[in-house]
């Protein structure tokens, strides 16, 4: 069974740091992995889809990092700003067994807060 | 660019109550979902179209009845409100391929009382 974890659930930093969110996945067959971004009740809005063969993806301040083969994905966040504190979920795309159905498992978060 | 569009967003229910959560795309996206969010839990998957006429179970779905008439819509219905369901309902749609990206809806906050 497909296990996804974030670590830390809760970090603040000051505005201006670079930072680091990880996630980790039990089980590296995936088709790809996603992060998300959540603020308080919104919904989730994509931020960046990493496929299985790659191994990064950049979008202004935000680069994610796939290493499928360690069950490891980080979003790096640089230069942040208080307009980034928010929640970031990592989702992992994955084939559910004897199917050919996929399927999304999520991580449960971190909430991030950046102080100005 | 409407996306995900869920309806209603926020909706107080008494046990016993039934009713139905809106979900419409204008993606064409063949895939759509319902998951739950819940404190502790993350979010889980209720149930899943991969197009019209075609519906399958997730994680969690004793208590919700799903249909899917068109490609754009796919309802959820709670048959007898219990206050377990209390819950965030999020709506997502996604293009057939496996290696395409999700789209949610802004969500649904369901109270049971």
């Known amino acids: 069974k497909q296990e996804v974890t974030q670590i830390p659930a809760a970090l603040s930093v000051p505005e201006g740091e670079n930072l680091v969110l990880n996630c980790s996945f039990t089980?590296?067959?995936?088709?790809?992995l996603q992060w998300f971004r959540q603020d308080p009740g919104k919904g989730l809005t994509s931020l960046l889809l990493?496929?299985?063969?790659?191994r990064e993806q950049t979008s202004g301040r935000l680069n994610a990092s796939l290493d499928k083969s360690s069950g490891r994905s980080t979003l790096y966040i640089a230069a942040s700003q208080p307009g980034d504190s928010a929640t970031y979920l990592c989702?992992?795309?994955?084939?559910?067994?004897?199917?050919?159905?996929?399927?999304?498992?999520f991580g449960d978060g971190t909430t991030l807060t950046v102080k100005p | 660019n409407a996306g995900v569009t869920q309806t209603p967003k926020f909706q107080v229910l008494k046990t016993g109550q039934s009713m139905t959560l809106q979900c419409a795309q204008d993606?064409?996206?063949?895939?759509m979902s319902w998951y739950r969010q819940d404190p502790g839990m993350g979010l889980r998957l209720i149930h899943y179209?991969?197009?019209?006429?075609?519906?399958d179970q997730g994680e969690v779905p004793n208590g919700y009845n799903v249909s899917r008439s068109t490609t754009e819509d796919f309802p959820l219905r709670l048959l007898s409100a219990a206050p377990s369901q209390t819950s965030v309902y999020f709506c997502?749609?996604?293009?057939?391929?496996?290696?395409?990206?999700?789209?949610f809806g802004q969500g649904t906050r369901l109270t049971v009382v």
């Open positions: 089980d590296s067959a995936i088709y790809n």
């Open positions: 993606m064409n996206h063949e895939y």
């Open positions: 990493i496929q299985s063969s790659q």
């Open positions: 997502a749609s996604r293009a057939f391929l496996e290696y395409t990206e999700a789209f």
């Open positions: 989702a992992v795309r994955h084939r559910i067994r004897n199917t050919n159905a996929g399927k999304s498992t």
């Open positions: 179209s991969v197009g019209a006429g075609i519906t």
